[in-house]
C-alpha cells in the first residue's frame, strides 16, 4: 500500500518553505516529487525596470546566505558589458569576500548537518565559531549579511593593516576549531554512522542530472568553476578542489569541510599578496547592446547569470540561475529508497537555498495553488455532482 | 583544449548544422543553430565532446521571436548553443531524452514564455501557482503585472 504524504511548505523539519510530495511504502520512500513556486518574487521581470546599479542591490537579495555570490556574479558580467576592467586590488577584495563568504556558508551547514543528524552540541560548536568570520566579515563592509562590497568597477571599501591582522588572527582560531571538527567527523562512530550510506547519489546520475557544487564534488565529479573558468583573482591563487567519492552524505560533509581548509589556504594568500593601488573604476551609466555570460563558484554550486544589455541603462535580460535548483533532480534521486527519516537530512545535504531557487515570477496567492490538485471552485463543483447522484441517507440500510 | 580548438571540433562534427560560431569572450563559445538542429546537435555535444552539464536554458524575448539558449559548462570554459523560434509558433523539441537534468529548465521555459516544449517528459508547471491564469507568460515582454483586486472572502460583493 502506497501513501503520498505532503512535507512542506511549512513543516518544522525545513528551514525555508518549500513543498515535498513524498510516495512512501511503509517507512521507505518509492517516489518524491518538488513543487516549487511559494515563495516566487518575480525578480527576473523585476530586474528589466530597473537600472543596471539598482540591480547590484536586488542581485544581492536573491538570497541571504551567499547574497556577495549573487551580487558578484551579476557585477563582473556587466563589468564585461561596460568594457571596463576593475582594478588588482578590488578583484583580491572581492575574491576575500567571497571566501569568507563560503566559510561562514559551509560553517552554517556543518552546524545544520548536525542538527538534522541528532547531534546538537556539534551545532552549537560551529555556529558560536561562525561568529568569529561574521565578525570580520562586519568588520571589512559593516554589514554581517548583505555586504554590499561589489560596486560596478571595483568594491567600495578598502582593507588596511590592522584589519588584515585581524583577518589572520580570526583565519588561524578558525583553522584550529575545523581542524577539531575534521577529527569529530572522523572519530564519532555515532555521527559517521548517521551520515554513512544516507542519501545515495552515483557519479553516472551525478552527471546525467546536472547536479552540481560539493553535491557532485561528493560524487567524485570533480568540476569547480573556481579552476574550470577563473573568474576575480582565482587564476593566480593556488588551491585545489576537494572531492570524496562515497557518494553519500557523510561524503558531503567531507567534501564541505575540506573546502574550509581550502577557503582558509585562499583567504591567506589573498591577505599576504594584496596588491596596491586602487579599489575600484568610475563605471559608466549605459552599457552597449551586448550579451554576457557569467559564472561563479558560490558556496552551494555553480551560479550562473545570462545578461543582455540593449544600450540604455537597464538590462534587456538578466537571467538567474541558482545552484539549489540544478540540485533538485538529483535530490528527487537521492530520496529514492530512503527513510522518510532521512529525508530532512537528505535535503539539507544539498544546502538548499530556497529563495535563491525561486526567484523567477510573480507571487500571486500561492497560498491556495500549493496542496491542492482542483481550483477550488470545480473542487465544489464536483462535490455537488456527488451529492446529487449519491443515494439518500434515507435508503441506506445498516448491514447487520 | 583551447577555445580555438573547441570551435574547430565543432565545426568539423556538426559541418552544415552550424548556422553561426563566435567566440566572444574566453572561454565563451556561442554556436546557432536552426531549431531542427538543435536535438541532433545536443546528441553530438554529449556523445563525441563529453560535454554533459547544462548549466540553464535561458529565453529571451525578442518581440516576434524567442531565442532560446542551452548554456552548457565543460571543463575549459562554457558553450551557449542558441536558437529561435517564431513566437507566432512556439514549438521547441525536448533535449530531456538526451539531457535528463534539462527537464527542470524546460518546464520554466514553458511556465515564463508559453513556449510548448514537445515529448517533454513531465509538463506540469514549475513556478507558477496551481490556479495562474491561462494565458499569462510574465517574461514575455508585453505583460504587465496587474495586481488583482482584493475580495474578502465571504464579504461583500
Known amino acids: 500500500m502506497k501513501f503520498t504524504i505532503p512535507i512542506g511548505p511549512q513543516h518544522p523539519a525545513l528551514k525555508e518553505p518549500i513543498s515535498l510530495r513524498m510516495t512512501v511504502e511503509g517507512e521507505v520512500i518509492r517516489d518524491a516529487d518538488i513543487r516549487l513556486g511559494y515563495n516566487h518574487r518575480g525578480l527576473e521581470k523585476l530586474a528589466e525596470e530597473r537600472t543596471w546599479i539598482q540591480n547590484i542591490y536586488l542581485t544581492e537579495r536573491i538570497c541571504g546566505i551567499c547574497s556577495h555570490s549573487h551580487a558578484t556574479c551579476y557585477v563582473q558580467g556587466v563589468e564585461k558589458l561596460m568594457e571596463i576592467t ?25 552546524g545544520v548537518a548536525g542538527h538534522e543528524a541528532g547531534f546538537d552540541s556539534f551545532f552549537m560548536y560551529t555556529w558560536r565559531d561562525r561568529e568569529v568570520v561574521m565578525d570580520i566579515l562586519e568588520m571589512i563592509s559593516g554589514n554581517r549579511v548583505h555586504y554590499a562590497i561589489n560596486a560596478l568597477g571595483g568594491v567600495r571599501r578598502d582593507i588596511d593593516e590592522l584589519q588584515k591582522k585581524n583577518i589572520l588572527d580570526g583565519l588561524e582560531v578558525l583553522k584550529k576549531r575545523s581542524e577539531f571538527y575534521f577529527k569529530i567527523g572522523a572519530n564519532e562512530p555515532t555521527f559517521v554512522g548517521r551520515l554513512a550510506n544516507v542519501g545515495y547519489l552515483s557519479k553516472e546520475r551525478a552527471m546525467e542530472l546536472c547536479a552540481v557544487g560539493p553535491t557532485s564534488r561528493a560524487s567524485g565529479v570533480a568540476r569547480d568553476v573556481r579552476r574550470d573558468d577563473p573568474y576575480a583573482a582565482y587564476d593566480e591563487t593556488p588551491f585545489d578542489v576537494c572531492t570524496a567519492d562515497s557518494c553519500d552524505v557523510l561524503g558531503r560533509t567531507v567534501v ?15 591577505l599576504k599578496n594584496l596588491p596596491a593601488g586602487d579599489i575600484a573604476v568610475k563605471a559608466p551609466r549605459k552599457a552597449k547592446p551586448n550579451e554576457v555570460l557569467s559564472r561563479y563558484e558560490a558556496p552551494r554550486g555553480e551560479n550562473m547569470h545570462y545578461i543582455k544589455s540593449n544600450g540604455t541603462d537597464k538590462p534587456e535580460r538578466l537571467k538567474v540561475r541558482a545552484p539549489t535548483l540544478a540540485n533538485y533532480p538529483a535530490t528527487v534521486e537521492m530520496l529514492k529508497n530512503g527513510f522518510i527519516a532521512d529525508i530532512p537530512l537528505i535535503f539539507a545535504a544539498i544546502d538548499p537555498c530556497i529563495c535563491c531557487a525561486e526567484r523567477t515570477v510573480e507571487l500571486r496567492d500561492a497560498r491556495t495553488g500549493e496542496e491542492k490538485i482542483l481550483r477550488f471552485s470545480e473542487l465544489r463543483k464536483l462535490a455537488d455532482e456527488r451529492h446529487k447522484n449519491c443515494p439518500t441517507k434515507r435508503n441506506a440500510e445498516w448491514p447487520f | 583544449m583551447t577555445d580555438q580548438e573547441l570551435v574547430e571540433k565543432l565545426k568539423n562534427l556538426l559541418g552544415d548544422k552550424i548556422a553561426e560560431i563566435s567566440n566572444p569572450a574566453l572561454r565563451r563559445i556561442f554556436l546557432k543553430v536552426e531549431p531542427r538542429n538543435l536535438v541532433p546537435a545536443v546528441a553530438v555535444l554529449k556523445k563525441d565532446l563529453n560535454i554533459w552539464y547544462l548549466a540553464t536554458i535561458t529565453g529571451v524575448d525578442l518581440g516576434d521571436a524567442f531565442e532560446i539558449l542551452y548554456h552548457f559548462g565543460h571543463d575549459h570554459g562554457s558553450l551557449s548553443l542558441r536558437t529561435q523560434i517564431l513566437k507566432a509558433e512556439p514549438r521547441i523539441e525536448s533535449i530531456s531524452p538526451t539531457i535528463p537534468g534539462a527537464v527542470l529548465y524546460e518546464r520554466e521555459l514553458q511556465d515564463m514564455f508559453g513556449i510548448i516544449v514537445n515529448h517533454i517528459p513531465d509538463p506540469r508547471p514549475l513556478v507558477v501557482p496551481d490556479d495562474w491564469p491561462e494565458g499569462n507568460f510574465p517574461l514575455r515582454k508585453e505583460w504587465k503585472y496587474e495586481r488583482p483586486a482584493e475580495t474578502i472572502p465571504g464579504g461583500k460583493k
Not at chain 1, 586590488?89 to 551547514?109: D, Q
Open chain 1, 256 to 270: 564541505r569541510i575540506k573546502e574550509l581548509f581550502e577557503s582558509y589556504k585562499i583567504s591567506k594568500f589573498l
Open chain 1, 86 to 110: 576593475p582594478p588588482k586590488r578590488g578583484l583580491y577584495i572581492r575574491t576575500l569576500v567571497a571566501e569568507l563568504e563560503r566559510i561562514h556558508s559551509h560553517l552554517l551547514w556543518l
